[in-house]
């Protein structure tokens, strides 16, 4: 296991005339159990000075590594789950013909929707299930259902829920 079976190395000259690997492909034994053997390509690029190993295709996954990032110029397409696991996982939406600009974030456990552009929370659910905000008005297109109780600290429609329940009380 972990023995290299071969490299593809590029090489050039930097501006002082010194040689230098600015690019390789390797080919490693990841398993070499009879039966079971898989294999691993790396690929490593000149970093900052130094060769750094940017992607590891094994016989199950393509991992970018120490610092690699993704981009994609056209559609994707998943066929299975998207994980994200980091301490603050999001997903950053930029609109590039508008100033709309959105996360979908999870925040020390509280799953939020963030407006980037006006950075406010518009829509929170805290680590206990609770809608902690909702900025905005909502508009239901069918009917809403209250399975508990309502708390209102404003009015509804104009009028003072409180001091009107109190008036009913009396009668």
Known sequence: ??????????????????KE????ITGKIDD???????GIIEIA??????????ARFTSETLKLINGTGLEVAGDTTLSAELTINTTRPRITLNDTDSE???EIKNENGSFRIR?????????????????????GSAAFSS?????????????VDG?????????????
């Open 1 to 18: 296991d972990a023995d290299y079976l071969g490299q593809l190395k590029f090489t050039g000259e930097s501006d002082d005339g010194s």
């Open 21 to 24: 690997v600015y690019a390789k």
């Open 32 to 38: 070499a159990s009879s039966g079971t053997e898989d």
């Open 45 to 54: 690029h000149r970093k900052d000075g130094s060769n750094n190993i940017s």
């Open 100 to 102: 709309s600009d959105f």
């Open 115 to 135: 407006d980037i552009d006006n950075p406010t929370d518009r829509y929170k659910i805290n680590t206990s299930g609770t809608v902690h905000e909702f900025l």
């Open 143 to 155: 009917t809403l259902n209250v399975v508990s109780n309502i708390t209102v600290g404003g009015t």
């Open 159 to 171: 009028r003072d829920l409180a001091t009107d329940g109190t008036k009913l009380d009396g009668i």
